[in-house]
């Protein structure tokens, strides 16, 4: 089993990007409860996500979403972070909130609503460059809620047709990672609703091309460490938004609703060699703190992810492939669950501490 030395030297270098939006008001469409101290602006959302930084040691950037964070001085934006002792991250754009995309976005069936939303990604690359960020993420509710509403394969061409001018837009260095999602707001299909679709247009467009798995994004029931194994033997996942649920997309802590599955889906990234920073993947949360106190909750959805990475460090992986190669059933098993079932919240203090 791997020693503490170890799992703190991976620890040391892990990083979790935190979702500037899970700082705001939030909430279901039952009721968006206030809290006090919300922040009003994206510079109070950055001075509570420096907050995290400054408690976990663990958490350098802050993803943005636009327009919910928009603002006209963007290099000023991170300037403003860098003061605070955090960096912009990844950029979402966002193409779901006007009342033109009723019908969808990219995939809408009229022309000019689908340059509309291609001109929105555009500005986001612009936004990108002028933050320094490597990422432009992708995340389209369109789909349709009745069986004829649309054409399914007439969509998937202007999903690709516009996919293919974003990538072709991308500066040096820049990634666009496409975010799948099975349901909601859609209720028949969705443009991107799984892993494989996601896969497969980032495939067509080329290396700088990646999925971001989104730990709510699922079927009941879905194993999602196969999927993110699979995604990283094809060397396609570029990203993480985690967050957990018991029914839904309900966005709740990571690690809250189902650790074990966490620990699950980073045993599976840790054997690939991705929790090294060198591998690209961004693990950011995604999550939205409707009823709970929302910096404590974002400190406590980092320690969760800690732990989950910690636990995954200490897998005995030569013990663990010698019980699979003998067929040891029990004994494989036993591996891993001892790793989980190892108490590792003295280690992270102490490396808080440190
Ligand atoms: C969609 C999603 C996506 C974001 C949004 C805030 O459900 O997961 O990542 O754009 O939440
Ligand atoms: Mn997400």
């Known amino acids: ?69 928009a603002t006209d001085d963007y290099a000023g934006l991170a300037a403003y972070a860098r003061d605070q002792g955090v960096a912009i991250g990844t950029v979402n754009a966002n193409v779901f909130q006007d009342d033109a995309y009723m019908l969808g976005s990219v995939c809408h069936p009229d022309a000019g609503v689908r340059a509309k939303a291609l001109d929105h990604l555009y500005s986001c690359i612009e936004i990108m460059a002028a933050v320094g960020s490597r990422d432009l993420k992708l995340w389209f509710a369109d789909g349709t809620n009745y069986p004829g509403q649309d054409s399914i394969a007439a969509r998937q061409e202007r999903l690709a047709g516009v996919l293919a001018a974003v990538y072709a837009r991308l500066g040096t260095g820049q990634r666009l990672i496409l975010e799948y999602k099975l349901f909601e707001p859609a209720f028949y299909h969705t443009d991107v609703p799984d892993w494989g679709t996601a896969y497969l247009h980032c495939a067509g467009l ?65 054997l690939a060699g991705g929790l090294d920073p060198s591998a690209g993947i961004s693990f950011m949360l995604d999550q939205c703190h409707n009823i709970e106190p929302k910096i404590p909750g974002q400190i406590r959805s980092v320690m969760n992810v800690q732990e989950a990475v910690a636990k995954a460090v200490l897998v005995d992986h030569q013990a663990l492939a010698k019980a699979q190669q003998a067929g040891d059933v029990l004994g494989a098993n036993a591996v891993l669950m001892d790793a989980f079932a190892t108490d590792v919240r003295p280690l992270l203090a102490d490396l808080r501490a440190e």
């Open 206 to 270: 080329g290396e700088r091309a990646l999925v971001c798995v989104d730990t709510g994004h699922h079927a009941p029931g879905t194993n999602i460490e196969f999927i993110v194994s699979v995604l990283l033997r094809a060397g396609k996942l570029g990203a993480f938004d985690f967050s957990s649920r018991f029914y839904a997309d309900d966005d709740l802590m990571a690690g809250a609703a189902d650790p074990f599955q966490l620990f699950r889906i980073l045993h599976e990234v840790h």
């Open 1 to 69: 089993m791997a020693d503490e030395t170890a799992v703190k030297a991976v620890l040391r270098a892990f990083r979790i990007e935190l979702p500037s939006w899970a700082f705001g008001l939030s909430g279901t469409r039952f009721k968006v409860f206030g809290q006090p101290g919300v922040p009003r602006t994206v510079f109070e959302k950055i001075d509570d996500a420096a907050m995290v930084h400054r408690l976990t040691g663990a958490a350098p950037t802050v993803a943005v979403h636009i327009p919910w964070d």
